[in-house]
């Protein structure tokens, strides 16, 4: 399988992928309607608007959603969820291996990292935005005595514990945080949150010339996907709608459509989000800011060198083992 490696959060397995390991089958999750193929009342006792935008809040629906990030849409953190992605799961689960049981996970979205560590018998504590995508995590763990879903800002949270041994914020997922007030603010609460000589594993996409230079209307991503376990086929196409360089802001639209085996289109959904890149010396300061000593950055998974054509930068950075 061909991995493909984009910033909106993740890459996935292209046709034919991976059958899902999370045992979802046909559980109903919030906002899961249209993948089961139940649909709820008709359309004329629903009227929907043709564009929902939304802040910090909850999708209404409509045809366009223009969003915060894509997982306030219910419809859209399960079509998220759906793609497969793994290639950086065996970094994490090295990482915390290494570091210590405690582990942190800032924007755990549907579980795709928080589910394999807990399985691993790590203790694990996942913060994210959206409910829906808190709700999906839910489903795949069960009761699980040693994780905790929290339901919290990254820009602003607080928990009753401060001794994690790792942070993880994976797939790029602090992208959206779009102003530096926000990222910075989103570290220190990290930093707040960890152990003396605690390690924060947090990965950045690497800015790539041609990327930022990708003209509105260009294609950035297409990706195609069998979900063996719901009986369909889902596709995903991004393009760029504009580019804001001097804020390092790009507004991207995707649009998902499920496609079912007979070839018919059973839902679409387009959603435009705000993606702010952030270049390698930037991430360094800001680490550096927040209270963290960078320790590496890699340009892989695998702990590649990071170099000019790496896709992406996958920070190591520690805080002092020393309380202040
Ligand atoms: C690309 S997904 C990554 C999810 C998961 N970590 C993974 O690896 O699949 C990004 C996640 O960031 C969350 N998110 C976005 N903004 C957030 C914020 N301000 N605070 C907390 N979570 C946020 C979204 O709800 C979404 O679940």
């Given amino acids: 399988m061909q991995p493909v490696s984009e910033p909106n959060g993740r890459g996935a397995t292209q046709q034919g992928g991976k059958e899902r390991q999370n045992g979802k089958g046909n559980q109903h999750v919030e906002g899961d309607e249209t993948l089961s193929g139940s649909r709820a009342a008709p359309a004329h006792d629903r009227p929907l608007p043709f564009l929902s935008i939304v802040h910090d809040g909850k999708a209404q629906g409509g045809a366009l959603v223009q969003a915060d990030q894509p997982w306030a849409d219910a419809q859209l953190a399960a079509l998220y969820d759906a793609f497969v992605f793994e290639d950086d799961l065996p970094l994490y689960l090295d990482l915390a291996r290494e570091q210590g049981h405690r582990v942190l996970e800032i924007a755990c979205g549907s579980g795709r990292v928080l589910v394999p560590l ?64 926000d990222q910075l603010s989103c570290l220190q609460q990290v930093v707040a949150h960890l152990r003396p000589g605690g390690l924060l594993a947090i990965d950045f996409m690497h800015p790539l010339p041609e990327w930022v230079a990708a003209a509105p209307g260009s294609m950035r991503d297409d990706l195609l996907q069998r979900v ?96 202040l």
């Fill in 118 to 181: 807990a399985r691993a018998g790590f203790d694990v504590v996942g913060i994210d935005a959206s409910p829906h995508m808190l709700a999906l995590a839910q489903t795949k763990l069960g009761t699980s005595p040693n994780t905790r879903l929290i339901r919290a800002d990254m820009r602003d949270f607080r928990l009753d514990k401060s001794d994690f041994d790792l942070a993880i914020v994976a797939v790029k997922s602090f992208a959206y945080l779009t102003e530096p007030g």
């Fill in 228 to 323: 063996p376990d719901r009986g369909f086929t889902l596709s995903r196409v991004e393009t760029v709608v504009s580019t804001d360089v001097a804020r390092q802001v790009r507004i991207i639209r995707s649009a998902y459509e499920v496609i079912d085996d007979r070839g018919s289109i059973v839902a679409k959904r387009i959603v435009e989000w705000p993606y702010r890149w952030t270049y390698r010396f930037e991430a360094e300061h800001l680490l550096q800011r927040a209270g963290f000593t960078v320790e590496a950055v890699y340009g892989g998974y695998g702990r590649e060198p990071f170099g000019s054509s790496s896709k992406a930068m996958v920070f190591l950075a520690r805080k002092s083992a020393t309380r």
